[in-house]
DNA sequence: AGGGGCTAACGGCCTAACCATTCTAGCGCG
DNA sequence: CGCGCTAGAATGGTTAGGCCGTTAGCCCCT
């Protein structure tokens, strides 16, 4: 617990004068481009600047905010870095308020993953949740454009594996597309923010063990009767099987 | 599907050179800063600079790169957006590599609800499917120091209801305690990411409904119990109660 | 032994200028 | 009248050099 500012234990030694040590508030500048940042972000966020609008250039920006170019444009790179802004050159250019999109927030995770915050069995599992989550919904939603997809997916990865250029990312396809039956953004947005490293745990699996065979396929075209038919229970098991082999192939252990 | 480089569906106008358009590489060099942002960060994914690693002074990195500073500080600006650096100033300063946090990933995911790429409803959702998936893993591993921080929680929020200081804040960290008593820092993360959107839309729909009553921290109660117990199927239920009110709060229906 | 001041290293910011790209207005020509 | 081309203006991209505030470490003096 902090103790308070003002509590001296060392009576032995007196606050020099009268005053308390509170009248001093914290002085610090910080960063000119970061309070920039905050006032365009909380713009955005206020919805008084919306996906479209156009930004002064620059140099107006320079005048109104009475900092220099560079410090502008250092607040700009942060915005763009975030996907709150589209910086356009050439004249009628100039900074544009856009919607960030889903794969800058899968970058991030991505990022999370190779740094080693966690590590694929933690992958592997969380994406054993989401796809279990996400099955009932697919069998209630999935439309004849959802299962028209997830098939063509399928059609590709027979036709890749006949000809022995398969790769993971096919089928991390499939599920993403399966997600995708769910009609629901936010849990497309997980799904494929768990696709790349999972893709990539797959591709280091694949020195040990085959990453997919005729089995694989022939559950995810199961999987797709099984919604269609809106059998959740049915559907739900397949992806247990089809999950937990996936799950034993990445901890190491190669029993396909 | 885009049509190969080389055809030219324009016959009339037949290329200048023999030469197939193919062996001249586009050209654009595009933004020398982010060209040094992708350096910086394919040295990070591959490993070779760890969270901890301190990178060259600006101005030593001008030298190694041959730009400006200002160069370099825009690049160094990227990577400190994305988590991936952090800056500091003085004698023995300079950008250290370091492991982005789960909350970087959280804002961005806030930044997509706000700017309406998917709505509340979606996120509550998505929370829906994940917490149903904490709940079996959670019997299973929460340990007592798991137990004690969601109890502890509890306590704070039946004080801080008593004195009507109850922010949304209190509920959302149960369920972030929930998930991290799973021990997979994936779903961790997962769960903290929804947690600062819903966090929002709870606090929007409060001006419809009370937030949180004694029905709500008492299920939060009995949720620990159950998970104690180990009983898997219990805490299921009750939380698919707790969540459905949630719901449909979010979604404008004062039930409770 | 300890405190205060000095110094070098480093990031934060500024100014002034030039380059590269892109759109547009206007002009000339058919 | 209309079409195409060109020059210029607007805008971002980059550079060089410099000044200032901050910090850690060192040394000297008490």
């Known amino acids: 617990m902090p103790k308070p500012f003002v509590a001296d234990e060392h009576p032995a030694r007196p606050a020099r004068s009268a005053a308390p040590a509170d009248i001093f508030s914290r002085v610090s500048a910080g960063r000119i481009s970061e309070v920039i940042v905050e006032q365009i972000?909380?713009?955005?966020r206020q919805g008084r600047l919306v996906p479209g609008s156009r930004l002064p250039a620059e140099r107006e920006l320079c005048d109104r905010f009475g900092v220099s170019r560079v410090t502008v444009r250092e607040a700009l790179r942060v915005l763009e870095a975030s996907g709150l802004v589209d910086i356009r050159i050439g004249v009628r250019g100039g900074p544009v308020v856009t919607a960030p999109s889903t794969d800058r927030v899968g970058e991030g995770i991505t990022d999370l993953v190779t740094m080693s915050v966690f590590s694929a069995v933690d992958v592997t599992e969380a994406r054993r949740v989401l796809e279990l989550g996400v099955i009932p919904l697919a069998c209630e939603r999935a439309d004849a454009a959802d299962l028209a997809a997830l098939t063509e997916v399928c059609d590709r990865t027979q036709e890749a594996l006949e000809q022995g250029t398969y790769r993971a990312d096919l089928s991390s396809e499939f599920h993403c597309l399966l997600a995708d039956a769910t009609h629901n953004k936010a849990i497309s947005m997980l799904a494929r923010s768990l696709r790349e490293p999972m893709a990539m745990s797959l591709d280091e699996a694949r020195t040990a063990a085959p990453i997919m065979g005729a089995k694989g396929l022939q559950e995810h075209r199961d999987l797709i009767e099984a919604?269609?038919?809106?059998?959740?229970?049915?559907?739900?098991?397949?992806?247990?099987?089809?999950l937990d082999r996936t799950a034993s192939r990445i901890a190491g252990d190669p029993t396909e």
Chains 1, 2 share one sequence.
Do not use: F, K, Q
């Open 41 to 44: 972000r909380d713009l955005i």
């Open 227 to 242: 919604i269609r038919a809106g059998e959740a229970d049915a559907a739900r098991s397949i992806m247990v099987d089809h």
